[in-house]
């Protein structure tokens, strides 16, 4: 026996199997029949003819300039380290304490010598040349300038055995109008 409430419930349930079916069709779909078999056609008869791909661009050029910047910047960085080695060596110090206590230098190029600065190390000075105090061979040359002008100063000094003191054997300043200015106070190089 069901009660009423069961009765309702059940009568609210659908199941696919009771939904309403759609009617037959009126006629009979057309079947198609074929009297040979079938011929496949051109895949690309409907579109227009393709072009050339386009050649892919070469990645030499491209390698080359990366290679080219690389070395570039590794010449720059080499550059600036050796240069900041030289600039805080014992020697460059030396040569420094030298050209400002010389009066006849104070003479020409006036008060104030101090080494000149380059823009692209930032203010720094250039030192050309080779420190090898290991090697027993100093040989550098870089722009000084005073109150009243700028000159080139070069130094070159050697060694001839380890443990023997250097032997200074150029240490002049070439003046910008020509005058040469030697050296007298000769710095302790260690």
């Not at 491209?62 to 070395?71: H, R, T």
């Not at 014992?90 to 104030?112: M, N, T, W, Y």
Request: glycine share 8%; hydrophobic share 35%; aromatic share 10%.
């Amino acid at each position: 026996m069901h009660t009423l409430a069961e009765e309702g419930l059940i009568a609210l349930r659908c199941y696919a199997t009771e939904l309403p079916r759609p009617p037959p069709p009126s006629r009979q779909p057309v079947i198609e029949t074929f009297s040979e078999t079938s011929r496949p056609r051109p895949y690309y008869a409907k579109h227009p003819p393709f072009r050339e791909l386009p050649k892919a661009k070469s990645k030499w050029p491209l390698a080359i300039g990366g290679a080219v910047v690389g070395i570039a910047g590794w010449i720059a960085f080499m550059t600036y380290a050796t240069n900041q080695e030289k600039l805080s060596s014992s020697v460059f110090r030396s040569i420094l304490r030298g050209l400002k206590s010389d009066p006849q230098l104070k003479e020409v190029l006036g008060e104030a010598i101090r080494p000149q600065p380059e823009w692209y190390l930032n203010g720094d000075p250039y030192v050309k040349g080779h420190i090898g105090q290991l090697q027993g061979n100093i040989d550098v040359s870089f722009r000084v300038r005073g109150s009243k002008g700028s000159g080139t100063l070069y130094f070159t000094s050697i060694r001839k055995e380890k443990g023997h003191p250097f032997n200074i054997l150029r240490f002049k300043v070439i003046c910008d109008d020509g005058t040469i200015v030697n050296i007298k106070e000769i710095p302790p190089i260690a």
